[in-house]
């Protein structure tokens, strides 16, 4: 047995209906002790990114206690999250799903969005809450909040350990050989000429820290959002009269009433909800590292802005590729699997500028998921050690070697090793916010109090939770 082989039958035991049932229901039940915070508060979340976007861009002036550090505002954290959101999950993972599961992995890849985005918050609003000061910015996320809420210092190693095996070095992995791939397929490159060029840049940038990963992703994030938006939208109405159709092969397929492809109706679960999982991130753990950098007033405000981040990533953008592909009908006959079927249906609709289209746009889409993701590795290396020559190995590591590796690997192989790594620190995650989750609920009861009384923008301090006044320096 390969080693291929290998982890993909471990993958099969970790990844049982155990660990995806377990996943919904976290989402159920933060639902539903939120009060469906992630429906009935939509519109603040909006509120709050444009007044993050005005502040951002305007220059909004730091706090006294805060002019001595080099903040991340709410808007850049939530651009970074994007960017590791907004990638090859969105291309090549609906892909990939649809191929392997069919139509119907696409509805639950919405389910776990919807359902994922109350997680989200929950984990974002803990990070806020027991982030610390950091010479660049404030730094947390899951290893965080795991020493200090739970007490426990080898979860949150456990955890720290395998995030950054996840996303610092097998998932940049992932974005590589997808860039590679697309690059082929439409200007005939080599994967390690295009695997070397990707590691020279992406080392320059991960030696810059959080100010320069974020000031990168500020640029590339909103305009390859809105263009792939555009593109999609107009590709739909191109085809308006197949939409239809679309949503049609969707739900039979979702239930298994009309099996299109892939085997079955496990199999459509299955694959909807692993690659909405590494499209959206939501209970991995992942998006809660750079939510704690923000600086803001209430920890809810960054929670609920990372809650939109869900439905920015699967429901717009990831439904766009979905639609593309299944107007195009290719993936019951192509063979094609990843990007590869992406670009496939592109050209099958806009000609043959369609592949060189995706081709660029993944490579600006995983480039700058590759960047996100070295830090959220950074993160958690410095939570492990403060040694100066593990974090420079790490970034050698996470911004060269494996890019390289990547490139040159199977598909089935980088995928599977992300999915092996994906399930443990997923499982970790979750164990924590569902402990600690209480902290979330009684910050979210605090903000919608303050908003009626009509205090604007409501304020959090530390002594309204007197039994962490030990635990959350970063609230005086």
């Known amino acids: 047995?390969?080693?291929?082989?290998?982890?993909?039958?471990?993958?099969?035991?970790?990844?049982?209906?155990?660990?995806?049932?377990?996943?919904?229901?976290?989402?159920?039940?933060?639902?539903?002790?939120?009060?469906?915070?992630?429906?009935?508060?939509?519109?603040?979340?909006?509120?709050?990114?444009?007044?993050?976007?005005?502040?951002?861009?305007?220059?909004?002036?730091?706090?006294?206690?805060?002019?001595?550090?080099?903040?991340?505002?709410?808007?850049?954290?939530?651009?970074?999250?994007?960017?590791?959101?907004?990638?090859?999950?969105?291309?090549?993972?609906?892909?990939?799903?649809?191929?392997?599961?069919?139509?119907?992995?696409?509805?639950?890849?919405?389910?776990?969005?919807?359902?994922?985005?109350?997680?989200?918050?929950?984990?974002?609003?803990?990070?806020?809450?027991?982030?610390?000061?950091?010479?660049?910015?404030?730094?947390?996320?899951?290893?965080?909040?795991?020493?200090?809420?739970?007490?426990?210092?080898?979860?949150?190693?456990?955890?720290?350990?395998?995030?950054?095996?996840?996303?610092?070095?097998?998932?940049?992995?992932?974005?590589?050989?997808?860039?590679?791939?697309?690059?082929?397929?439409?200007?005939?490159?080599?994967?390690?000429?295009?695997?070397?060029?990707?590691?020279?840049?992406?080392?320059?940038?991960?030696?810059?820290?959080?100010?320069?990963?974020?000031?990168?992703?500020?640029?590339?994030?909103?305009?390859?959002?809105?263009?792939?938006?555009?593109?999609?939208?107009?590709?739909?109405?191109?085809?308006?009269?197949?939409?239809?159709?679309?949503?049609?092969?969707?739900?039979?397929?979702?239930?298994?009433?009309?099996?299109?492809?892939?085997?079955g109706i496990g199999m459509t679960i299955m694959m909807g909800v692993k690659r909405g999982l590494f499209s959206n991130e939501a209970g991995e753990g992942s998006a809660p590292n750079v939510a704690a950098t923000a600086t803001t007033s209430h920890p809810v405000k960054q929670g609920l802005i990372q809650a939109l981040g869900v439905f920015t990533d699967t429901l717009l953008l990831c439904s766009c590729t979905a639609f593309i592909i299944i107007i195009s009908g290719l993936y019951t006959s192509s063979g094609n699997n990843g990007i590869v079927l992406t670009q496939s249906a592109l050209q099958a609709e806009v000609g043959n500028a369609g592949p060189i289209f995706v081709a660029l746009a993944i490579f600006l889409f995983a480039y700058s998921t590759i960047i996100g993701n070295y830090y959220y590795g950074e993160a958690n290396v410095r939570f492990i050690t403060k040694s100066p020559l593990v974090m420079t190995i790490y970034r050698i590591l996470s911004g060269g070697v494996m890019i390289l590796f990547g490139a040159v690997a199977s598909f089935d192989l980088v995928w599977n090793l992300v999915d092996f790594f994906m399930a443990f620190l997923t499982a970790c995650n979750l164990i924590a916010i569902v402990i600690l989750g209480r902290y979330a609920f009684r910050l979210l009861d605090d903000y919608r109090e303050q908003k009626r009384q009509g205090i604007k923008e409501p304020i959090f301090h530390r002594s309204q939770i007197p039994e962490l006044v030990g635990e959350t320096e970063c609230w005086e």
């Open 1 to 263: 047995m390969d080693i291929n082989n290998l982890i993909t039958t471990v993958n099969d035991v970790i990844w049982g209906d155990f660990l995806i049932y377990v996943l919904i229901a976290c989402g159920l039940w933060f639902t539903w002790r939120t009060r469906f915070v992630q429906f009935r508060m939509v519109g603040e979340m909006f509120r709050l990114l444009k007044d993050a976007t005005v502040d951002t861009a305007g220059g909004k002036k730091q706090k006294d206690e805060d002019k001595t550090k080099k903040n991340i505002s709410s808007f850049q954290a939530f651009i970074v999250s994007v960017a590791t959101r907004v990638g090859t999950g969105n291309l090549a993972g609906v892909a990939s799903a649809i191929a392997i599961g069919g139509p119907g992995a696409v509805f639950w890849m919405w389910v776990i969005a919807l359902i994922g985005s109350a997680t989200a918050f929950v984990e974002s609003t803990l990070a806020q809450l027991y982030k610390q000061g950091h010479q660049d910015s404030y730094i947390g996320g899951p290893a965080y909040y795991i020493q200090k809420g739970l007490k426990n210092r080898w979860m949150a190693i456990f955890f720290a350990v395998f995030i950054t095996l996840q996303f610092g070095l097998t998932n940049n992995s992932i974005q590589a050989n997808t860039i590679c791939a697309a690059m082929e397929d439409a200007f005939g490159l080599p994967h390690l000429w295009v695997g070397c060029a990707i590691a020279v840049v992406s080392l320059f940038i991960v030696f810059g820290g959080i100010q320069r990963i974020a000031s990168v992703c500020m640029v590339l994030v909103p305009v390859l959002a809105i263009g792939y938006l555009l593109l999609a939208l107009v590709i739909i109405a191109l085809n308006i009269e197949l939409v239809p159709h679309v949503f049609k092969v969707i739900f039979l397929d979702a239930f298994g009433i009309q099996q299109v492809a892939g085997g």
